[in-house]
């Protein structure tokens, strides 16, 4: 893999990375990744697709097969965790159990022989960040699970590194205190610049959060991007339906002009949509449609009737089910209020800018499955 | 998880005064504690009677032994209004009575060796006095001192003003080494006689140098098995449980085999050239104490697994992570977290030794002897019970005294089991 110069402020770099734990089948296939300086990059991808173990070899736990990481500008290989000054948020927060919080804030100072009036300035400072000033003397069990994990943000912090990791850092809180860390983990990392590398299986997480995101699957990065560009622009099948909700209907090109392609779905209904990347007359395709870019309308690129099969109320939004001719089911939100009732036929549309097609290989027809056995 | 000690919300309940509250919750709970102790009252009944009842009664002995003040009541009495010393003729012909009464109802036996336990050689003296005195004959010192120049001694009038006291601590001071002098005060007994002490003392070196060499073997294994895949790991263990299944006297008979003059270890160590003689390791300190080691592995290695087991990896990984180099990592993330099991590992080993009892008898040589071998030879050779409780309630108490340490010190009762 040639390594390219870069011009660009990448922090990490990540040129040819693969690793096999067996020598048979690859967690990480072939990663190129650069993490810029002062970014909030996630890893986001459902379990087993890499991310992990591509934040492990970043942290050192566990070392490439292939390739190298670059850590500003220097191979780390050969760098045992202890000396690549990154601070590790665990998802189950590993503090220590036998230490109070402070001493637990202290440890990575204490460790780097950091005089003690000092030391005890900047954890009390760290934890001030985290407001948890009034619980130095605590032990971390005495805590409750958001406390914790502040604890383990002020203990990764503290010693200032240059890149700090999280792996599935609130996994393990209820919805709401997860939201509200998220915005505070959010505010942390623009307040004190930190470059942050952010793992998680949770994609509404990944676009709270990140400046950008890259999407594992199957041990490659599928897409790399800001979140917007993900969810409008996605560039296969897998990320359309993994990053946000998607309508997903299996069918087959029939002509390609410009911006524009037909396609006949599985009833032979036809389809005014985007191409994504190479689609060519004749291929199987998969379509992708927003939920929320389909309209309860007579007219429009693409016009088609359901019977609504039920309304879900959700405050600010309802969810209509709908059963289209083909045997396939679509995902309508539309807004509050008189619309549609269960049971009757409805006319749907949406227009060709939103109905996105792909081409269909192996991997898609497995995508297909999965969101139709879930 | 953390467990979370406020409990949300419990702020914003209002205190309620119905008495008649705390009374329905006291009803409701009543049912589930009585079941409770109906499950477990089987066993509370099994430990009474063949734990604490027998425990008690033996220990009991050490204080209390009625013998000599059942068979000489009259001795007893008359030595009440007696002055300190040897005692005026009523006092001897009261004994005269005593000794002829216990001897018609075969008691005699009894208090020779009861007053021989106080006073050594005694016992024939008493068995002499048995033959010459006769009944009908009232005896008076002069009688007695000139049948047997002992009964005017004024250390046979001590012995025996001790020996008619039903509780007495004559035995618990002779299981350490100490004695009543004559003078009321507390002494040391004489040069030849003082065994105890040093007996305690080599019984807790030995258990402690044993405590030491399983954890030296034990903890890398512990180690090496709480991080390899639970398959191999499970395999593994079963290997070091393997001997627990057999009986301790088996494996102990097979150590002789191992480690006689001419036997396999020796073989090995002449074979490798580690050495050009045979080592005397059959009946010594250092055989006992590798046999020992063997049998106790497994008692200091499971706690130290179970701990090593419980232990998170990522405590390590954050350990490393925060910039701790291996050994720091060690020392202050690892070890503290693991102690309670070390701690009740060697705690187990370190108690179990010092009660043992098959292998200083089979391996050990007569210099190895422990306290436990002493208990055995006053119970089934010498029929001395008092001595053997005397030297139970001893030992009982040093190692509640270190158990009480060890905890405070290490924190033994922090162990999680899994």
């Not at chain 2, 419990?10 to 009803?27: G, K, M, Q």
Request: hydrophobic share 50%.
């Amino acid at each position: 893999m040639p390594v390219q110069a870069s011009e660009t402020d990448a922090l990490v770099r990540f040129v040819g990375v693969q690793k096999s734990y067996d020598g048979h089948t690859l967690a990480v296939r072939d990663l190129n990744l650069d993490v810029n300086r002062g970014e909030f990059l996630t890893l986001l991808g459902p379990s087993g697709s890499g991310k992990t173990t591509t934040l492990n070899m970043l942290a050192g736990f566990e070392r490439p097969t292939r390739g190298e990481i670059l850590l500003a500008g220097r191979p780390v290989d050969r760098l045992p965790p202890y000396q690549r000054d990154i601070g590790m948020v665990f998802q189950n927060y590993a503090l220590f159990p036998h230490m109070s919080v402070a001493e637990n804030v202290a440890f990575p100072l204490s460790v780097r022989r950091v005089a003690r009036a000092e030391a005890e300035q900047r954890v009390k400072r760290a934890l001030a960040t985290v407001r948890l000033e009034a619980f130095g003397d605590r032990r971390p069990g005495q805590l409750s699970g958001g406390q914790q994990q502040r604890v383990a943000l002020a203990r990764a912090l503290v010693f200032e590194p240059a890149l700090v990791l999280m792996d599935e850092p609130l996994g393990a809180l209820d919805k709401k205190l997860r939201e509200h860390m998220q915005i505070e983990i959010k505010l942390l990392h623009e307040q004190l610049g930190l470059t942050v590398v952010y793992v998680t299986h949770d994609q509404s997480e990944a676009l709270t959060m990140s400046d950008r995101v890259a999407v594992f699957h199957d041990g490659e990065v599928v897409q790399l991007g800001p979140p917007d560009t993900l969810y409008s622009r996605p560039r296969t099948p897998f990320v359309a339906g993994f990053i946000g909700e998607n309508n997903l209907l299996p069918g087959r090109c029939e002509t390609v002009e410009g911006a524009g392609a037909t396609i006949r779905l599985q009833d032979g209904t036809m389809l005014h949509a985007t191409p994504v990347g190479a689609v060519a007359p004749g291929a199987r395709v998969v379509v992708a449609i927003r939920p929320e870019a389909i309209r309860l309308a007579e007219t429009g690129d693409n016009v088609c009737r359901a019977l609504v099969r039920s309304v879900i109320y959700l405050g600010d939004h309802q969810r209509l089910i709908c059963d289209v001719a083909n045997g396939a089911t679509l995902t309508v939100k539309v807004p509050p209020g008189p619309g549609a009732t269960a049971g009757e036929t409805q006319a749907l549309a949406w227009s060709a800018v939103d109905c996105l097609a792909f081409a269909a290989d192996a991997s898609t027809d497995a995508t297909l499955n999965e969101e139709w056995n879930a | 998880m953390g467990r979370s000690v406020a409990l949300p919300g419990a702020a914003s309940v209002a205190p309620v005064t119905d008495p008649t509250l705390a009374a329905a919750v006291h009803r409701a709970a009543r049912g589930q504690r009585l079941t409770a102790l109906l499950l477990v009252g089987p066993l509370l009944l099994l430990l009474l009677f063949s734990f604490c009842f027998p425990i008690a009664s033996l220990l009991g002995r050490a204080i209390y032994d009625p013998t000599m003040a059942d068979s000489l009541p009259r001795t007893a009495a008359a030595l009440q209004a007696a002055p300190d010393g040897v005692p005026p003729d009523p006092v001897f012909a009261a004994l005269a009575e005593d000794l002829l009464a216990a001897k018609q109802d075969n008691s005699l036996y009894a208090v020779a060796k009861t007053l021989n336990s106080l006073l050594p050689a005694a016992r024939s003296h008493v068995l002499r006095a048995g033959r010459f005195l006769q009944p009908g004959q009232p005896a008076t010192r002069e009688s007695m001192t000139g049948a047997d120049p002992f009964w005017g001694e004024p250390d046979t009038w001590f012995a025996i003003r001790h020996g008619v006291q039903r509780f007495t601590t004559t035995y618990l001071l002779a299981a350490i080494d100490l004695r009543w002098l004559p003078d009321g005060g507390i002494g040391q007994v004489p040069e030849g006689e003082a065994i105890y002490r040093a007996v305690f003392v080599r019984t807790f070196l030995v258990a402690a140098a044993v405590t030491i060499a399983t954890l030296i073997l034990g903890f890398p294994l512990a180690w090496m098995l709480a991080n390899l895949p639970n398959r191999l790991s499970g395999r593994l263990i079963m290997l070091v449980l393997l001997p627990f299944w057999t009986s301790i006297l088996v494996r102990t008979a097979a150590w002789t085999v191992l480690l006689q003059k001419y036997g396999l270890l020796n073989d090995l160590l002449l074979w490798l050239h580690v050495s050009s003689d045979r080592f005397d390791l059959m009946y010594t300190r250092t055989g006992m104490i590798i046999a020992m080691t063997h049998i106790q592995l497994p008692f200091t290695l499971l706690p130290i697994y179970s701990a090593m087991r419980t232990l998170q990896p990522s405590q390590m990984r954050a350990a490393y992570s925060l910039g701790a180099r291996p050994f720091t990592a060690f020392r202050r993330v690892y070890l503290p977290q693991v102690m309670p099991g070390v701690a009740a590992g060697a705690l187990l080993t370190f108690i179990l030794c010092l009660g043992y009892f098959i292998t200083p008898a089979l391996v050990g040589g007569p210099a190895d002897q422990l306290i436990s071998n002493f208990i055995s030879n006053y119970i089934n050779v010498e029929l001395n019970w008092q001595m053997a409780a005397a030297l139970s309630f001893i030992l009982l108490a040093l190692t509640l005294a270190l158990y009480g340490l060890f905890t405070k010190l290490l924190g033994v009762d922090r162990l999680k089991l899994v």
